[in-house]
C-alpha cells in the first residue's frame, strides 16, 4: 500500500493469498479489496517460464485492507483450473467482473468472462459461440461503465471489445478494433474509451464503434478514467 498524497511512500502491505496476484478493486466499503490472482508459479533463474500449468490454482479472494485477513477465497471448478485470473472490476451492487487467460490446449476455447458477489459462488459466462472462438483465449482489460451497469472486456489477440449486462450476467454485444486492450469508462452510461497496440483511440458500445481517429502513441494494455 501506498500513500498518493505522500509521494506514493509505501505505508504497509499484505498477503495476496495466492499465487500471482495481478489485479486488485476496492468494493464500495472503502476497506475490502478483492484480488485476482493468477495462479501461475514462476522462478526469476526461469525468466517467464510457467512452471505448474499442470495443476495451477488461480483464486479470487477478498481481504480486509485494515487488518489484512482473508475474508474470502474462491477457486474454479476443477475442470476450469486453467483459466487464470488476470483482470477484474466492480460493478454496480459490489459485482466483480473479472476476465480470464486460459493456458491449456488452445481448441478447448473455455468460457473467460466471470461473475462474482460476496457469499456466492463465481459464475463464467461463455460468449455466443460465433463471438468465443474470437476472443482467442485471452481478456487482457476488464471495466465497468459510468453507471455501473454494463462492463467491457478487451480480447487484444482477436482485436475484439464485448460488452456484458452485469445484472443479468448476459451478452450484449461486441466491436472489432485492432489489438485493443486498454478500456476506460466515459462520461457516459454504456460508452466506453477503447485504446489500440496500432495507434487508435476510439469509443465505442455494444453497437459498435461510435468515433475513432489516430494518433501517435501506440497504445499498451490499460487505460483509466482520471475524473
Known sequence: MRDADAGYKQIGEHAGYGVGPHDLALLSDGRT????NGGIRTHPDAKREELNLADMQPSLVYVDLETGDLLEEHTLAPELHQLS???LTVAQNDTVVFG???RGPEEDLPPLIG???R???PVIVP???TTQPGLRNYIGSVTADASGGIVADSAPKGGLITYWDVAARAFLGTCALGDSCGLAPTHHSASFLLTSGEGWLATGDAGGIMA???SRYHWDNHAILVR
Not at 479489496?33 to 485476482?36: D, G, K, T
Open 119 to 121: 457469499g456466492e459462488t
Open 100 to 102: 480470464c487467460q486460459y
Open 212 to 214: 475513432r481517429r489516430p
Open 115 to 117: 461473475f462474482h458477489r
Open 33 to 36: 479489496v478483492v484480488i485476482a
Open 85 to 87: 485470473i488476470r483482470h
Open 127 to 129: 460468449a455466443p459461440k
